[in-house]
């Protein structure tokens, strides 16, 4: 679907398909024929999962958000729009969410201002020194560090893991099953 009318005609097959369908959709099943699965209730809908589909379909149309990208008030100065938002995924959502993954464990407000910093960094021409101001350049005390030296509790400048706290982890989570041993 490209067009506002292979919109039109793709909801016109749809409201066909109810028409010749919707008694299918309407069928129910009760607690005698199937008290397995009853769980307290006494009766659902036979085809519970098609209806959900069907009926998103009908809100999403009826929202204006199911043929959006052919709507000719927004196409009319420029043009077809992308019926997916793929290019943000592959794009700038992906760098996001890199970034992100690259630095766990920021409280959400510094999750916010990263996001922002790397959507910022994606712009056609980013300045990032023009945030600096003179009041940045002022030093907060401590003495300098000479080079070669390395910083206290690290070695060599590599920061060791606090007491207690485990060798990295890239957040898979638990793993839990059988993953090909043999028993």
Not at 59 to 67: K, T, W
Not at 108 to 128: F, I, N, Q, S
Not at 147 to 161: E, F
Request: aromatic share 10%.
């Amino acid at each position: 679907v490209k067009t506002a009318d292979e919109a039109a005609a793709w909801l016109a097959d749809l409201n066909a398909w109810h028409g010749e369908h919707g008694d299918y959709l309407k069928e129910r099943t009760t607690a005698k024929q199937d008290p397995m699965h009853a769980r307290g209730r006494k009766w659902w809908w036979t085809h519970e999962r098609l209806r959900r589909a069907y009926f998103r379909l009908v809100r999403l149309n009826r929202a204006g958000m199911l043929f959006a990208f052919c709507d000719p008030a927004i196409t009319k100065d420029h043009g077809p729009l992308p019926s997916t938002t793929n290019q943000l995924e592959g794009g700038v959502n992906a760098v996001v969410k890199r970034t992100l993954g690259h630095h766990r464990g920021l409280s959400e407000a510094h999750m916010k201002r990263c996001c922002e910093w790397t959507v910022y960094m994606l712009t056609a021409g980013p300045d990032p020194m023009s945030f600096v101001t003179p009041e940045h350049w002022r030093t907060t005390g401590g003495e300098p560090i000479e080079n070669g030296d390395s910083i206290p509790g690290t070695v060599t400048a590599v920061q060791l893991p606090a007491t207690g706290v485990d060798a990295y982890e890239n957040g898979f989570g638990v793993r839990k099953g059988w993953a090909g041993r043999s028993k």
